[in-house]
């Protein structure tokens, strides 16, 4: 079956940085673009980005943009997410996801979801 889990979220200061990872099981990971999500508390879920499944389409939120960096290792099947200077506005519970596409893009469905794991940027 498809699983999705992440790891390297914590607890971080204003203007630090933090990698996610999401390890991939379960389908054939190359195939598939794959996406960040993620959700503040009391807020809804925002999508912060994507990226192709053969890596070289990325997509970001402006939110985010200049600031993170998604990547993908398809070989350890893998989906990272680099995230420098962050700001306690980037806290939140963050999401990988499966797109049932090759495409990234901003919109459209997920398929799949992680568990999710905390940022939490606080002095």
């Known amino acids: 079956q498809v699983q999705l889990v992440e790891s390297g979220g914590g607890l971080v200061q204003p203007g630090g940085s933090l990698r996610l990872s999401c390890a991939a099981s379960?389908?054939?990971?190359?195939?598939?673009?794959m996406s960040w999500v993620r959700q503040a508390p009391g807020k809804g879920l925002e999508w912060v980005s994507d990226?192709?499944?053969?890596?070289?389409?990325?997509y970001y939120a402006d939110s985010v943009k200049g600031r993170f960096t998604i990547s993908r290792d398809n070989a350890k099947n893998t989906v990272y997410l680099q995230m420098n200077s962050l700001k306690p506005e980037d806290t939140a519970v963050y999401y990988c996801a499966k797109r049932p596409t090759k495409y990234g893009s901003s919109k459209g469905q997920y398929d799949y979801w992680g568990q999710g794991t905390q940022v939490t940027v606080s002095s």
């Open positions: 990226i192709s499944a053969g890596g070289t389409g990325t």
């Open positions: 379960g389908f054939t990971f190359s195939s598939y673009a």
